[in-house]
């Protein structure tokens, strides 16, 4: 009964073609580098001068040893602009899509993964970056993270795509939803330990927790740059998922043919 499900049908079926999306997602990278000599070589500079200024002011803000900080920050800001761009593109997904939902029977998903492979092959251009800082600093990497890494991209890809259909739906019917994601998206990125440390705060450090953003980057960065393992940052990236994968099930299975009618 449960294979039944529209929702499961059409991501199964959809997962079964990976080739035309994962192509098509590739396809997309490259229209976006064309007529480029150094393609996506200009995003990756422009992330190593974003982050390298970043780390040079706020550890003179917070009188740190921009040595060791300047790791932790580099790391943060890259995954944070990756997760940041799921965030704030997830809402359009589908009326971006426009044209080709109505013009082809394709499973609305199908837009949905394509989107979020681009935004992870735009990730992975810049990943290298952390591992030369590592390598250039002489930090002391886990053998966990052979296993923790991938792991961790999965589950963030997982995420993405589970979040840009929700929020693909919800935005399609009510189109008040992007503007107000792109809005808080700004002060996200100071409430989320990105800039700063956990212990920063002091008492009030387990607050953390409360903030969806921390597991999905601590998955990712923690083992990469030497942070202690928190079984907690694991615990919530997995309940999350769980949570994500409920609403857009029932949410896809009930909507999934008015998408075309709000687009």
């Not at 202690?228 to 940052?233: P, Q, R, S």
């Amino acid at each position: 009964m449960f294979l039944h499900n529209i929702a499961i049908k059409d991501l199964l079926d959809t997962l079964k073609k990976f080739r035309s999306w994962v192509y098509l997602a590739y396809f997309d990278l490259k229209l976006k580098y064309r007529k480029t000599y150094l393609g996506p070589l200009w995003v990756v500079f422009g992330m190593a001068i974003s982050a390298g200024l970043l780390c040079l002011l706020w550890s003179v803000i917070f009188k740190l040893d921009w040595q060791n900080y300047l790791l932790y920050i580099f790391s943060g800001f890259i995954i944070w602009t990756w997760l940041m761009t799921i965030v704030i593109e997830g809402p359009e997904v589908f009326s971006s899509n426009s044209e080709l939902l109505k013009t082809f029977a394709i499973p609305p998903i199908f837009h949905v993964l394509r989107r979020s492979f681009l935004n992870l092959l735009l990730f992975l251009h810049h990943l290298p970056l952390i591992f030369i800082l590592i390598i250039v600093l002489g930090v002391e990497v886990s053998q966990r993270v052979i296993f923790t890494l991938p792991l961790g991209i999965l589950i963030v890809f997982i995420n993405a795509s589970l979040y840009s259909g929700i929020v693909g739906i919800l935005s399609a019917r009510y189109r008040d939803i992007e503007p107000t994601i792109k809005a808080l998206m700004a002060p996200m990125l100071l409430l989320t330990p990105v800039l700063w440390k956990p212990e920063m705060l002091g008492t009030y450090q387990d607050m953390i927790y409360l903030n969806p953003f921390t597991f999905f980057i601590g998955i990712v960065r923690n083992d990469i740059i030497g942070i202690e393992f928190d079984i907690l940052v694991w615990l919530g990236a997995f309940v999350i998922t769980i949570f994500q994968l409920i609403i857009f099930i029932i949410l896809y299975s009930i909507k999934k043919n008015r998408i075309v009618f709000w687009v």
